[in-house]
């Protein structure tokens, strides 16, 4: 059976479109919720995201200590901690949303959530509810091996990040990518920026130079302006942390200004 | 692929991307000057003529008697410059930052020692140095926050997580990952992505070299048992790794049990841990059945870490090494009994090994030989250990 990652992104090359990819932290509603509740946000926000043109989803899995993020996912995460998300919840909530929806969704989380499930339990749940690819921030390509037989023998893409820092390691990386490639904007950790250090000329011509399946950008994009801007760049964006701060700033009522982010971005994307 | 920097199935290179570049080039780097004689000869000078190496071999004759088993030495790393055996990695890492032309130094710390060591270096290398401290840690260890600020380090606290010595790799990381093209990230453990684990021990084992030259001097034989502290595990494996081959010597690695490992107020890694991955390594670490990482309690700041060096990690699967764990209560009442025996005022640290000590010394006979890496000295510890007896000294 085809990634739909693979398909979405081959569908949008037809139509001539970049991809939106959006994230949310599962289980978190900005504030204190009910124990039956705690994936009741998250669910409608996937289904109003992609109602306003978002393409892919990475549902973050909450970790005691995400230490690629920036303030914004690290209350994310603590509040959904709080709530009770478990990585068993996570999956039990793709199983109801892969009833709504065939878009591709894909789980982000830290390599200590996949160990300690199992690697080879972690990739078959992933296969039977629905999970096209995972994204691993504290695995770099050294260590890929380590989820490599199991993700591929379930069909799962293990996605590989470069960053501005990569130089001579983009070649490589690029070589050996699955799904899309995840390029992150400049250094640091994830959150919204006024602006980019990066030589974005010299760091997408490496990585076009090498990659032969689709790119995208993340880290930093907070509006539809910037989308446009960073799009120009690659095959699409990923925005998260201003998603996430809509959750933050609305709680359980953030459905309409997520849905309108998406929008703007949509709109500043296809501009 | 060839698995680099492991340790059996622990070690690896488990960090984001961003800094992996950074990680590469720290391993070449280290890969090159390791065996470069004007780094060894500079490094060397130092440890010497900055640190006071090497560090003293004591005979603690009235504990010998008083236990009544073992003969009983203690390798004083407490007597090094700035108190304890952390400025040995500090001295070869910031001189190592040096030689890759890097201008800021970053550090992690727990008890302050390590934060204290590098600032010292920086200070003396005239280095831009920035530590990462624990809310919680600065408080139990306001002396040593103050010290660094003298040597003109900057301090950061941390409020996330627990507020201590995790939290404080995780923002340390963090900043890593943002400033990495200028900044070298100075870990103060046997811990962290190779070359980590590799490169802190390589400069942590002139603790055992010395040791091992010293009772030869002494008594004419190896020591049978070797007692050391565990956090992260940096004067442990300091101690440990030059005896590792010698199998009649006993490796004993003391953990902190806090309030007790039947307790969920611990630090006892190797007791209670599971493996996985975490702070760029694969080894042991307390955690839930989810992966979340646990909150970890010991009265030592230093050893308040959810996990261990993946060299010990190994040395404890393999059964080269055994780990026991040392309340707190047992700890300060080894911190007390150091110093009314023999006038010596440990870290609260290393009254972990102390303790532990005490338990093993009198199951050993008298010809044979314990030794005790006394890590670091306990003047830092004192107000919280009055503090622990219901003692008021704040005035």
Redesign the interface.
């Known amino acids: 059976m085809a990634n739909r990652i693979d398909t979405t992104f081959a569908a949008l090359k037809k139509q001539g479109k970049k991809a939106l990819i959006t994230y949310i932290v599962a289980g978190d509603s900005g504030t204190s919720v009910p124990a039956d509740k705690t994936f009741d946000l998250t669910e409608q926000a996937i289904c109003a995201m992609e109602q306003a043109g978002v393409d892919l989803i990475e549902i973050g899995v909450p970790?005691?200590?995400p230490?690629?993020e920036?303030k914004t996912i690290?209350e994310a995460s603590q509040r959904a901690?709080r709530n009770g998300t478990?990585?068993?919840g996570v999956f039990g909530m793709v199983e109801r949303l892969r009833k709504k929806t065939d878009m591709p969704l894909l789980l982000m989380l830290?390599?200590?959530?996949v160990?300690?499930?199992g690697t080879d339990r972690f990739f078959a749940r992933c296969a039977e509810v629905g999970i096209d690819g995972v994204i691993v921030?504290?695995?770099?390509?050294?260590?890929h091996?380590?989820f490599q037989d199991a993700s591929e023998r379930n069909g799962v893409y293990n996605i590989s990040?470069?960053?501005p820092?990569?130089?001579s390691?983009i070649a490589k990386?690029a070589a050996a990518a699955q799904g899309f490639l995840y390029c992150?904007s400049s250094?640091?950790?994830t959150g919204m920026r006024e602006n980019f250090s990066t030589d974005f000329d010299t760091f997408f011509g490496e990585i076009g130079k090498h990659a032969s399946i689709p790119y995208c950008v993340g880290f930093g994009i907070r509006n539809g302006e910037a989308a446009r801007r960073m799009g120009s760049y690659c095959d699409g964006v990923i925005v998260g942390s201003a998603i996430v701060n809509q959750v933050a700033a609305h709680q359980t009522e953030a459905v309409p200004a997520i849905t309108a982010l998406c929008r703007e971005l949509r709109e500043g994307l296809d501009t | 692929m060839e698995k680099i920097g492991r340790f059996g199935e622990f070690g690896g290179q488990y960090v984001p991307e961003t800094v992996m570049n950074a990680v590469s080039e720290l391993q070449e780097a280290y890969e090159r000057y390791r065996s470069d004689p004007q780094f060894l000869a500079e490094l060397r000078d130092l440890y010497r003529n900055y640190a006071f190496r090497p560090s003293l071999m004591y005979y603690a004759e009235k504990m010998t008697k008083d236990l009544g088993g073992a003969k009983i030495y203690i390798k004083r790393e407490d007597l090094n410059h700035t108190g304890s055996h952390k400025i040995n990695n500090a001295l070869g890492q910031v001189l190592l930052a040096k030689y890759m032309g890097k201008k800021r130094v970053i550090a992690e710390t727990g008890a302050g020692q390590h934060g204290v060591a590098t600032a010292t270096i920086c200070a003396y290398f005239d280095m831009e140095c920035e530590v990462y401290m624990g809310r919680e840690d600065m408080e139990r260890q306001a002396l040593n926050v103050y010290r660094m600020e003298l040597l003109g380090a900057k301090v950061t606290g941390t409020d996330s997580g627990t507020a201590t010595l995790k939290d404080a790799i995780n923002e340390a990381m963090r900043d890593w990952a943002t400033n990495v093209e200028t900044t070298f990230y100075c870990i103060g453990s046997v811990m962290g992505p190779h070359p980590y684990p590799t490169m802190v021990r390589d400069f942590q084992k002139i603790i055992g070299e010395e040791a091992k030259a010293q009772l030869m001097e002494k008594e004419g034989k190896l020591p049978d048992c070797v007692v050391a502290c565990v956090g992260g595990g940096s004067n442990a494996i300091g101690i440990f790794y030059d005896f590792i081959p010698d199998t009649s010597v006993r490796l004993v690695g003391a953990e902190a049990a806090g309030r007790g490992i039947d307790t969920n107020e611990h630090a006892a890694t190797l007791s209670k841990g599971d493996t996985g991955i975490f702070h760029g390594m694969k080894s042991v670490f307390l955690q839930n059945e989810e992966g979340q990482i646990a909150p970890v309690f010991s009265i030592s700041a230093g050893l308040d870490y959810p996990g261990i060096g993946p060299e010990h990690a190994y040395l404890h699967s393999t059964g080269r090494a055994e780990y026991v764990a040392i309340t707190d209560e047992e700890a300060v009442q080894a911190f007390e009994y150091l110093s009314r025996t023999e006038g010596i005022i440990p870290a609260v640290e290393s009254a972990h090994a102390v303790a532990a000590a005490r338990k093993i010394a009198p199951t050993m006979r008298p010809d044979q030989i314990l030794l005790i890496n006394l890590s670091g000295r306990g003047d830092k510890d004192v107000q919280q250990i009055a503090r622990y007896r219901g003692v008021n000294i704040d005035g």
């Open positions: 970790f005691s200590d230490i690629a920036g690290q901690l478990t990585l068993h830290y390599a200590n959530s160990f300690r499930t921030p504290d695995l770099p390509f050294e260590e091996d380590e990040l470069v960053t820092t990569s130089h390691r990386i992150v250094t640091g950790v």
